[in-house]
Each structure stands twice: as structure tokens, then as C-alpha cells.
């Protein structure tokens, strides 16, 4: 899950004054594993100085590497020689300002945050689940923390007490729209048919990585190149979500009985005012996007690919524009609408704040566009990705086997890193082009990527959210411990990461597009 709020520190430990249960050991070690970790900021300074380390030996050593299916050799050059530092110092502004996912990412914040700021975001969510038939609660709740992700990590904060009280109003227990709502939005936080900065995040990291190998040059890798795979995995997840919360977490729940101060019921019907507001913004919304088409669908028209192709095209490379728009139109109308926005300055209030809290992601992007520039320049990163693909090869691990061992690596190393952007920075430089040479397309490594870096991030405790939770259960259930809540989370994880491979097993096998011009092998 890809974090992007500072929340305070969790607490070490949930207190349990009861014998320590191996649970309660594994979670114990995962946290401390987890703290012994520098911040992200720190480790990719880490792995900076040991890139400059390890490139000027080779390069003192005379490595080199021939890439596969080129004439070229490439040289390791390295950071501390006069050329190194000389390249440093030209391209270190050049670097943070030209790497892919910042453009992108801060774009798509500024609009999602004023959709956020205005109460349009949770509207929606309300709108969707105040007249949800009772048996069918569950799978709406699934269905909508599916693309949660919109929201940024804002989702894990609105969505699970959002839920607590629609199934306690519908006669279920809160506990399970508490912790379901929770465990599908984090265990199936990268999937979904709606787009969001995530998706710019990962594909910007994607761009950087592949371009270190020729075969990089054809390819047209743009944000919706995962979208077909994360559409279909939205639906099935939450297929799958709805069924566990109905069958397996809620029966296990026992017969609900209110305890100890509650939190209060809300309506969670709509008031007149906010209806026909989203009503307009809906409206809005549909006539912008029908004129984008309108530029893109005809003959001739000017979003259309070279010789009239849909694919690749003006506007896939440009969706992040498009989105843009269609965020800022909805948030906008919306926000005028209720009266939350009454003038430009409210606007710009509003958009100033949800980027104030991008200011961490901005640190770690400096550094880690610098360790990836580095991974470039150097041709370590080449170097790696050979390396990796013959060891894989030696192996006979190749095809999906290596995609499978891909995720549970990413999915492991989510247990203690679980910032999804700081993960994919650390492992994309290295296992997309390794891929790559593997004949896997780099839309592929990512889509593989995104089922590790969801499932076990519901379970571990270096989840700051795991403890927000936490601290919603005790409000139902005052006796509750991290044990507790983990035990139920745990139930989402091996089922969402089975399923979402097979998914993925079906794209592979029958050669399915992962989204627009985004095919499964490189051609």
C-alpha cells in the first residue's frame, strides 16, 4: 500500500497482559524487524552511497555487460571518478525534476484532495451504500474499498467506520463492515477500474526502469497499461471480499451485542442539497468526458495515434490531463454546489492542503530519483537485470514461475516496507528489466508487482492504519487486542493473493492485453 499520510508512530506493542501466543511472537518479530529499518528517506541515502561504492569498483575493474538481442556493451562507469562527479553535479537537480511519478502524482493530488476536501468523495461512498439491500451489504462494501485507492490513504481513515455504521444500522454487525471494509481496502489496495496516483506512481517508476534497455525504445508504457488486469481484479476481489466478510468473518463474529460507549448513529441518507449537487457534478462529469471522446473516437480527430490508431494514442499518453480535468470539473461543481467552496481562494486553500501533505513523498523521491538515475547512467541496473535473468534461467525458473517467486518476494518485503512507492523504487529498477529479458513486458512485472504489494500489508503491525483500526474495534469491543484484530484481517490475505494470481494466471495463459497496447509478452 502505498503511503502518502504521516500518522503518528504506532505504539510498540498492543497491550496484552495475557501469555505471549505465537501470533503474538511472529507479530512481535515483524515489528521489530520493521523498526530496525531506517525510514525510506535514510535508506535510499543508503543505497546511494553503496551504489557509488559498488559502481566505481567495477568500473575500476574493467566490468562490462552485453545486453541480449543488442551489439552494445555496455560499461559500468562509476560515481566517484572525475566523470561521476561531473555528471552528479550537472543532473542532480535534473534528475529529481525529470523523474516520471512526481509530475504526475502531484497533478492527480492537487484534484482527488479538493474532490476529498469538498465532501464529494464520501458522499459518493454514502450514496452507494445507504440503500444496498441487507445480503448484499457485504459485496457493495468490497466493491467500493476495491477502488478505494482514489482516495489515496485517506480511504483506510473514511471507508471502515463508514461501513461499522451501515451494517449496524442494516441489523449486521459492525465489526465485520469494520474490519472488511478495512482488509479489502488495504489487501486489494491496487487494484480497481477507477484511476487514481497510484497508478501514476508505479508507471512513472515502470518508465525509468525499462528505459535502461534498448528493446524500452518501442514500447508505450502510459498509466492505464495495468487497467484491463486491475478492472477485472476489482470486480472479482470484490466478489471474493463480499463473501468472506458474509461467510467466514461475520458468522465467526458471534450475535452482536452493544457495549460501552458506541459510536453514534449517523445518517447516512443524503440531504436535498447534496443530491442534486452530485446529481450536477454527475452530469458535469459525463458531458466532459463525452467531449474528450469526441476528440479521440472519430476519423481524423486529434487525439487518435499516428495513421488513426486508438493505441497507441495522444490521449493514453495524455490520460493524466484528461483526469485532471474530469477531478477538478467534479470537485469543483461539487464543492460549489454545497456551498463548501464559496470563492477562488477556497479553491486554492483547498488544493494547497491535500499537496502539504505530499511533502514526505517529495523528500524520499528526491533521493530515490537519484538512486535510479544512478542505476541508469552507471549501467548497474543493466548489469543486475543480466545477472538476474541468467541466475532465474540457470534456475529453470522462468515464465510465471518467476513471476510467482516475484510475489512472494514483494509481498514478504510488504511486511516491513510498506510504502509502495518506496518498495517498487527499490525492486522495479531491477526486476522490470531483468524481466524484459526474460521476454516479459514491463506492464506484467508492475501488474505482478501490485498483488504483492497489497495482500500482507493488511497484517503487519508496521501498518500504521492496523492500530487506527485497532483503536475503532475497542469501541465495540473494548477487550480487543492487536492479536485479535490481525487474526480476522488474516483472512483476507491468502484468498485475495490465490485469486488475484489466478487472475493474473489467466492473462498470462491466454495471452491477454493487461490494458490498451499493454501486452503480456515483449514482441
Not at 453 to 461: F, N
Request: a negative charge.
Amino acid at each position: 500500500m502505498s503511503s502518502q499520510t504521516d500518522l503518528p508512530a504506532p505504539p510498540a506493542k498492543s497491550p496484552d497482559t495475557g501469555r505471549a501466543t505465537p501470533l503474538d511472537r511472529i507479530l512481535a518479530l515483524i515489528e521489530r524487524a520493521g523498526n530496525a529499518l531506517p525510514n525510506p528517506v535514510v535508506l535510499f541515502a543508503g543505497l546511494f552511497l553503496l551504489l557509488a561504492l559498488v559502481s566505481t569498483a567495477l568500473d575500476l575493474g574493467g566490468v562490462s555487460v552485453e545486453v541480449p538481442g543488442s551489439d552494445e556493451t555496455k560499461h559500468i562507469t562509476g560515481l566517484l571518478t572525475g566523470d561521476g562527479v561531473s555528471w552528479l553535479v550537472q543532473n542532480l537537480v535534473v534528475n529529481f525534476a525529470t523523474f516520471p511519478p512526481i509530475g504526475a502524482v502531484l497533478v492527480l493530488i492537487m484534484v482527488v484532495g479538493l474532490c476529498e476536501k469538498t465532501g464529494l468523495l464520501e458522499t459518493l461512498m454514502r450514496a452507494t451504500l445507504a440503500r444496498v439491500p441487507r445480503p448484499v451489504l457485504p459485496y457493495a462494501v468490497a466493491l467500493i474499498a476495491s477502488q478505494a485507492h482514489m482516495m489515496s490513504d485517506v480511504a483506510a481513515i473514511v471507508l471502515p467506520p463508514l461501513a461499522a455504521l451501515v451494517f449496524k444500522s442494516a441489523g449486521r454487525h459492525p465489526v465485520a463492515g469494520l474490519i472488511g471494509g478495512f482488509a479489502c481496502v488495504t489487501a486489494g489496495y491496487a487494484a480497481g477500474f477507477t484511476i487514481g496516483s497510484l497508478d501514476a506512481l508505479y508507471v512513472g517508476i515502470t518508465q525509468q526502469a525499462a528505459s535502461v534497455l534498448p528493446a524500452a525504445d518501442g514500447l508505450d508504457i502510459h498509466l492505464l497499461i495495468n487497467y484491463f488486469f486491475t478492472a477485472a481484479s476489482s470486480l472479482v476481489l470484490a466478489a471474493v471480499g463480499g463473501f468472506l466478510i458474509s461467510r467466514v468473518l461475520e458468522p465467526r463474529l458471534g450475535t452482536y451485542e452493544p457495549v460501552g460507549e458506541e459510536p453514534e448513529d449517523r445518517d447516512l441518507t443524503l440531504t436535498p442539497v447534496q443530491r442534486r449537487a452530485l446529481l450536477r457534478t454527475t452530469l458535469v462529469v459525463l458531458v466532459y468526458l463525452a467531449g474528450v471522446l469526441s476528440l479521440w473516437l472519430p476519423e481524423g480527430a486529434p487525439l487518435r495515434g499516428e495513421g488513426g490508431a486508438f493505441v497507441p494514442s495522444p490521449l493514453l499518453s495524455g490520460i493524466v490531463p484528461v483526469l485532471f480535468g474530469a477531478f477538478l470539473l467534479a470537485g469543483l461543481t461539487y464543492g460549489f454546489s454545497v456551498k463548501q467552496l464559496t470563492s477562488a481562494e477556497d479553491v486554492t486553500t483547498a488544493i494547497t492542503d491535500s499537496v502539504r501533505t505530499m511533502s514526505g513523498y517529495l523528500v524520499m523521491m528526491f533521493v530515490a530519483a537519484q538512486v535510479i538515475a544512478l542505476f541508469t547512467w552507471s549501467n548497474v541496473g543493466v548489469l543486475l537485470a543480466v545477472k538476474g535473468a541468467a541466475l532465474f534461467d540457470s534456475m529453470g525458473v522462468t515464465g510465471f514461475w518467476a513471476i510467482l517467486v516475484f510475489v512472494l518476494l514483494v509481498s514478504c518485503l510488504n511486511l516491513f516496507i510498506l510504502s509502495g512507492s518506496a518498495l517498487w523504487s527499490l525492486v522495479g529498477p531491477v526486476f522490470v528489466p531483468a524481466f524484459m529479458l526474460m521476454g516479459m513486458s514491463p506492464a506484467l512485472t508492475q501488474a505482478a508487482f501490485r498483488i504483492g504489494d497489497s495482500a500482507t500489508g493488511v497484517i503487519t503491525p508496521m501498518n500504521p492504519y492496523v492500530f487506527l483500526i485497532l483503536a475503532m474495534l475497542r469501541q465495540y469491543e473494548p477487550d480487543a487486542k492487536l492479536g485479535t484484530l490481525i487474526s480476522r484481517l488474516a483472512i483476507f490475505v491468502v484468498p485475495f493473493m490465490l485469486v488475484w494470481l489466478a487472475i493474473l494466471g489467466i492473462f498470462y495463459g491466454f495471452d491477454l492485453p493487461l490494458g490498451p497496447g499493454a501486452d503480456i509478452g515483449l514482441k
